[in-house]
């Protein structure tokens, strides 16, 4: 009883402490750009009381971007953190795994298709990219599913598959971008390397149902992946239903990084760095670890796009190529750490 209270301690103390430091950011990024605003423009502008130009880039432009932000990191953190728990290994990620590409093919498949008629579509573009990127998160996890099921799913096996899939799907991508005219092809390329730019508040509408869904309901069913992490018999004997809760989380997984891939483009790394700083700050119980990746996720995100949309300014580096700089050193010191 008295290590729980420790427990729940220390987890407020940590998310207060995260909270801050997100508002922390959004308010330092919120100032900085091409367009600089002084605090105190940002205030009055914040209050109503600022020029139009500062209310359109304010609100126009940097205001959507950061709280897309936020839902992607979110989003994608949170999908990792319950594929590790799923899959007891430290190193999946949808991104290393094969959902983020199966999520990008369909996308890219869906401009190819689309490509000349993307304007005429208006809205219908807006929400379709992201069921069309399901679309394709769910293949890849369906086939990485099959594919890895052996009397069960053992956890290095669905990771092998995975990278396996992983390289399939991207190998196609190459074909269609090639396929692809050079204006649309520049936009692949960009949107596959991980780009928040061009953010608006029709894409934040599209990617906040998916999140404020699926978020809830992956914390409800944090007990079950906390005794999915004991091994496949004690959570049989403990009279869980293995397969049936691993597919459900499956399912949810996928859905969280499809819908963020198809608005943030292909960010690796991220459900992967996240939950593993999570687990450090609050320990492996998922009903805490869950919602503070989430949190970190949003944290990490929103420091990387004020990163790459400053750090050349007016040239803006890919979101997704930041939080790779970050991601990949420590990807490998766990690889090291776990071989």
């Given at each position: 009883?008295?290590?729980?209270?420790?427990?729940?301690?220390?987890?407020?103390?940590?998310?207060?402490?995260?909270?801050?430091?997100?508002?922390?950011?959004?308010?330092?990024?919120?100032?900085?750009?091409?367009?600089?605003?002084?605090?105190?423009?940002?205030?009055?502008?914040?209050?109503?009381?600022?020029?139009?130009?500062?209310?359109?880039?304010?609100?126009?432009?940097?205001?959507?971007?950061?709280?897309?932000?936020?839902?992607?990191?979110?989003?994608?953190?949170?999908?990792?953190?319950?594929?590790?728990?799923?899959?007891?290994?430290?190193?999946?990620?949808?991104?290393?795994?094969?959902?983020?590409?199966?999520?990008?093919?369909?996308?890219?498949?869906?401009?190819?298709?689309?490509?000349?008629?993307?304007?005429?579509?208006?809205?219908?573009?807006?929400?379709?990219?992201?069921?069309?990127?399901?679309?394709?998160?769910?293949?890849?996890?369906?086939?990485?599913?099959?594919?890895?099921?052996?009397?069960?799913?053992?956890?290095?096996?669905?990771i092998l598959v995975g990278?396996?899939?992983?390289?399939?799907?991207?190998?196609?991508?190459?074909?269609?971008?090639?396929r692809m005219e050079p204006?649309?092809?520049?936009?692949?390329?960009?949107?596959?390397?991980?780009?928040?730019?061009?953010?608006?508040?029709?894409?934040?509408?599209?990617?906040?149902?998916?999140?404020?869904?699926?978020?809830?309901?992956?914390?409800?069913?944090?007990?079950?992946?906390?005794?999915?992490?004991?091994?496949?018999?004690?959570?049989?004997?403990?009279?869980?239903?293995?397969?049936?809760?691993?597919?459900?989380?499956?399912?949810?997984?996928?859905?969280?990084?499809?819908?963020?891939?198809?608005?943030?483009?292909?960010?690796?790394?991220?459900?992967?760095?996240?939950?593993?700083?999570?687990?450090?700050?609050?320990?492996?119980?998922?009903?805490?670890?869950?919602?503070?990746?989430?949190?970190?996720?949003?944290?990490?995100?929103?420091?990387?796009?004020?990163?790459?949309?400053?750090?050349?300014?007016?040239?803006?580096?890919?979101?997704?190529?930041?939080?790779?700089?970050?991601?990949?050193?420590?990807?490998?010191?766990?690889?090291?750490?776990?071989?």
């Amino acid at each position: 009883m008295d290590i729980d209270r420790i427990h729940r301690k220390r987890f407020a103390y940590v998310m207060m402490i995260l909270a801050f430091l997100v508002v922390l950011v959004f308010l330092f990024s919120m100032n900085l750009g091409s367009y600089p605003l002084s605090p105190l423009d940002t205030i009055r502008t914040l209050f109503g009381a600022g020029t139009s130009e500062s209310s359109l880039v304010l609100f126009g432009f940097r205001m959507p971007r950061m709280v897309l932000a936020l839902l992607i990191g979110a989003g994608l953190a949170v999908s990792g953190a319950i594929l590790q728990g799923v899959s007891r290994n430290e190193l999946a990620d949808p991104g290393i795994i094969g959902i983020n590409a199966g999520a990008g093919l369909a996308v890219v498949l869906f401009i190819y298709m689309f490509e000349g008629s993307m304007g005429d579509l208006g809205l219908f573009s807006m929400f379709a990219m992201p069921f069309s990127a399901l679309a394709g998160a769910f293949l890849a996890a369906f086939l990485i599913y099959i594919l890895a099921w052996k009397q069960g799913i053992s956890p290095v096996r669905l990771i092998l598959v995975g990278i396996a899939v992983n390289a399939g799907f991207n190998a196609l991508l190459i074909v269609f971008q090639l396929r692809m005219e050079p204006n649309n092809f520049s936009q692949a390329m960009i949107w596959l390397s991980g780009s928040i730019w061009g953010a608006n508040w029709q894409l934040v509408l599209s990617t906040l149902p998916w999140i404020v869904l699926l978020l809830p309901y992956t914390i409800y069913k944090a007990q079950h992946l906390n005794v999915l992490s004991l091994g496949d018999h004690i959570a049989t004997g403990l009279g869980t239903k293995v397969e049936k809760e691993r597919r459900v989380l499956l399912m949810a997984a996928v859905a969280l990084a499809g819908a963020c891939v198809a608005v943030g483009g292909g960010i690796a790394f991220l459900g992967l760095v996240a939950p593993h700083l999570a687990r450090r700050l609050v320990g492996p119980m998922h009903h805490y670890l869950i919602p503070t990746s989430a949190v970190m996720g949003a944290l990490l995100l929103l420091i990387a796009d004020t990163i790459g949309k400053n750090l050349f300014t007016p040239a803006e580096i890919p979101v997704g190529l930041v939080v790779s700089a970050i991601g990949a050193p420590y990807f490998i010191y766990l690889l090291m750490k776990t071989t």
